[in-house]
């Protein structure tokens, strides 16, 4: 009843509060291992010394921020420190996040995919097997549905029947229409017919599924190069996205896959996925910093409104407070 009388903008902050709820508690685990950690042993010290930076150092190792970004983050801790003469250790908390936060905006990467009002789009969402590329296309299509824009999915993972399936299972749910053909079939031939059908609906946004695992990772990256061309080809209009879904649970291997699909062809974002079933979210950091490439959305939870558009403020916010 209540609800009944509150405006248009109390509602949105309701929103955001719950959103921000989602993801703090998605990040429980990462937080406790990074934030958690940092406090206890900011508490245990009276001054600043060499140990000090030195378990520093090793608890953002740890939570897989990776080593070249944890030594940046700490030599400028250091000068910081000395240029400031601060001589109290609970302060390095806030310098340390102060340094993580213009960091982050000095790479000044684009979060957000790139979709431009009165212009349709095509994502092509790829990845290694099982790291959440269908599951995030669903909910992807529920949202951009929900935000008033047309949506059509592409199963171009022919490798299995199932994964058709479950895409078409994900269309039904989110009511947005779906072009697949057998398994089996030219992964590159159903994006073909995908884009002629997403033209003649005047479609906004069409997703495109593929396949993880193809008979060796040389196939794979061919295949996707394959279906990038017919993209290319067919929908110069368009604008492009590639998406890499990275699972975040896999830690130094979600790296490796980063490096791969990086070499073997432009990646234009990240889609970091399982964030709640890991301690070591600090990964975002290391894709982003070291390896140079946007987060664009991280997944939370296996719920719809847990697939969450990533934002610096919000993330660093969550990990370190
Ligand atoms: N907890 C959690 N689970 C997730 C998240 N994202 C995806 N999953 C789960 O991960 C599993 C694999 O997801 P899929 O979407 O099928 O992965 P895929 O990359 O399409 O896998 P293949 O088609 O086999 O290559 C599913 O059980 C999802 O529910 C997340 O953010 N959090
Ligand atoms: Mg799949």
């Given at each position: 009843?209540?609800?009944?009388?509150?405006?248009?903008?109390?509602k949105k902050d309701e929103?955001?509060?719950?959103?921000?709820?989602?993801?703090?508690?998605?990040?429980?685990?990462?937080?406790?291992?990074?934030?958690?950690?940092?406090?206890?042993?900011?508490?245990?010290?009276?001054?600043?010394?060499?140990?000090?930076?030195?378990?520093?150092?090793?608890?953002?190792?740890?939570?897989?921020?990776?080593?070249?970004?944890?030594?940046?983050?700490?030599?400028?801790?250091?000068?910081?420190?000395?240029?400031?003469?601060?001589?109290?250790?609970?302060?390095?908390?806030?310098?340390?996040?102060?340094?993580?936060?213009?960091?982050?905006?000095?790479?000044?990467?684009?979060?957000?995919?790139?979709?431009?009002?009165?212009?349709?789009?095509?994502?092509?969402?790829?990845?290694?097997?099982?790291?959440?590329?269908?599951?995030?296309?669903?909910?992807?299509?529920c949202k951009f549905k929900?935000?008033?824009?047309?949506?059509?999915?592409?199963?171009?993972?022919?490798?299995?029947?199932?994964?058709?399936?479950?895409?078409?299972?994900?269309?039904?749910?989110?009511?947005?229409?779906?072009?697949?053909?057998?398994?089996?079939?030219?992964?590159?031939?159903?994006?073909?017919?995908?884009?002629?059908?997403?033209?003649?609906?005047?479609?906004?946004?069409?997703?495109?599924?593929?396949?993880?695992?193809?008979?060796?990772?040389?196939?794979?990256?061919?295949?996707?190069?394959?279906?990038?061309?017919?993209?290319?080809?067919?929908?110069?209009?368009?604008?492009?996205?590639?998406?890499?879904?990275?699972?975040?649970?896999?830690?130094?291997?979600?790296?490796?896959?980063?490096?791969?699909?990086?070499?073997?062809?432009?990646?234009?974002?990240?889609?970091?996925?399982?964030?709640?079933?890991?301690?070591?979210?600090?990964?975002?950091?290391?894709?982003?910093?070291?390896?140079?490439?946007?987060?664009?959305?991280?997944?939370?939870?296996?719920?719809?409104?847990?697939?969450?558009?990533?934002?610096?403020?919000?993330?660093?916010?969550?990990?370190?407070?």
């Open positions: 009843m209540f609800n009944l009388f509150k405006n248009k903008s109390e929103n955001k509060i719950s959103f921000f709820e989602r993801l703090k508690s998605g990040l429980t685990n990462t937080r406790n291992n990074i934030s958690g950690k940092i406090d206890k042993l900011l508490a245990s010290y009276t001054k600043i010394d060499q140990e000090l930076f030195d378990e520093l150092e090793y608890i953002l190792v740890s939570a897989d921020i990776g080593a070249n970004v944890t030594m940046e983050l700490i030599d400028e801790l250091k000068s910081v420190v000395k240029l400031q003469r601060i001589t109290d250790p609970k302060i390095i908390k806030e310098k340390l996040i102060e340094i993580m936060n213009t960091k982050l905006k000095e790479k000044n990467l684009k979060h957000s995919f790139n979709i431009e009002q009165g212009k349709p789009t095509i994502i092509l969402v790829v990845g290694v097997n099982g790291v959440g590329k269908t599951t995030s296309i669903g909910k992807l299509a929900k935000e008033g824009k047309s949506v059509m999915l592409v199963a171009a993972d022919t490798f299995r029947a199932a994964a058709i399936e479950q895409l078409t299972e994900w269309a039904n749910r989110a009511n947005v229409p779906i072009v697949s053909n057998k398994e089996g079939a030219d992964p590159a031939s159903v994006v073909f017919d995908g884009i002629q059908s997403a033209k003649s609906k005047n479609i906004d946004i069409l997703i495109c599924d593929t396949a993880g695992r193809l008979h060796n990772k040389k196939n794979l990256m061919n295949e996707l190069n394959k279906i990038k061309r017919i993209i290319d080809r067919e929908y110069p209009q368009a604008n492009k996205e590639v998406s890499l879904v990275l699972d975040a649970t896999t830690g130094q291997n979600a790296i490796i896959q980063a490096k791969e699909f990086k070499e073997a062809s432009d990646i234009d974002g990240v889609i970091l996925t399982k964030l709640d079933g890991t301690a070591k979210g600090g990964v975002v950091f290391n894709i982003q910093l070291d390896m140079q490439i946007a987060v664009k959305q991280i997944g939370v939870g296996e719920k719809i409104e847990d697939l969450q558009d990533y934002n610096d403020e919000d993330f660093v916010n969550c990990i370190f407070n």
